[in-house]
């Protein structure tokens, strides 16, 4: 069975401080890993994929298969990255399908002036 | 080019009632994944559909059914509602080769 565990709902920080949402996943096999991202009243949107190895509006995650962990993290907080964070696990590493992806309970961003 | 799409925006049922929800993917996209999301159980997969064969099945009674179309619309169903069916249900779609699933606004289904 796949999991992904969010362990924080909420998560405040200053502006310019440093941000780490935290993200832990069980799977059997080679797993790919997303972080997504809701701002208020917008569709749920990728903000970035660990294939890809991208830093997007600043954010990076690096997949750890040892601790289990796709931890997205972001030097400087801004205040328009409040918002619905999504870790979420698709078990088709490989890109053949990201139809069904196992979603973590989301982590509130809110980064305060 | 076009997002996800899904009719109707929101949704009030009585319990006992049955619904369908209309989805459509961005153009080209031939595979279609249904969610539902409420606070108490965040998202969770229902099923997913590519060239109309469902592909995967999330663990949700079978009262929840879908079907898509030779155009890759889907539709998802649920019948007898019940008022813990009350929720945000999103679809997604995505394209080959997949690169991310795309998601559309939801639809907000209360049942009263």
């Known amino acids: 069975a796949q999991r992904v565990t969010q362990p924080e709902k909420l998560l405040s920080v200053f502006k310019g401080a440093p941000v780490e949402l935290k993200c832990n996943y069980s799977y059997s096999g080679s797993p790919e890993l997303f972080w997504y991202v809701q701002y208020s009243r917008q569709r749920l949107q990728l903000l970035l994929r660990h294939i890809s190895r991208e830093s997007i509006k600043g954010f990076t995650a690096d997949l750890n298969k040892g601790e289990t962990s796709f931890h997205l993290k972001k030097p400087f907080a801004q205040e328009e990255d409040s918002a619905m964070y999504y870790c979420a696990l698709s078990g088709n590493a490989g890109g053949t399908s990201y139809g069904k992806l196992t979603f973590g309970q989301g982590t509130i961003l809110t980064v305060h002036p | 080019k076009a997002g996800v799409t899904q009719t109707p925006r929101y949704l009030i049922k009585t319990r006992g009632q049955q619904v369908t929800l209309s989805c459509s993917p961005i153009?080209?996209?031939?595979?279609v994944s249904w969610y539902q999301q409420t606070p108490g159980q965040g998202l969770q997969f229902l099923f997913e559909y590519f060239s109309e064969t469902q592909r995967n099945k999330g663990n949700f009674p079978g009262r929840f059914s879908g079907r898509q179309f030779s155009n890759s619309r889907s539709e998802m169903n649920v019948s007898t509602l019940e008022l813990g069916d009350s929720a945000l249900y999103l679809c997604?779609?995505?394209?080959?080769?997949?690169?991310?699933?795309?998601f559309g606004q939801g639809t907000r289904l209360t049942v009263v």
């Open positions: 997604a779609s995505s394209g080959i080769p997949a690169t991310e699933a795309f």
């Open positions: 153009s080209g996209h031939r595979s």
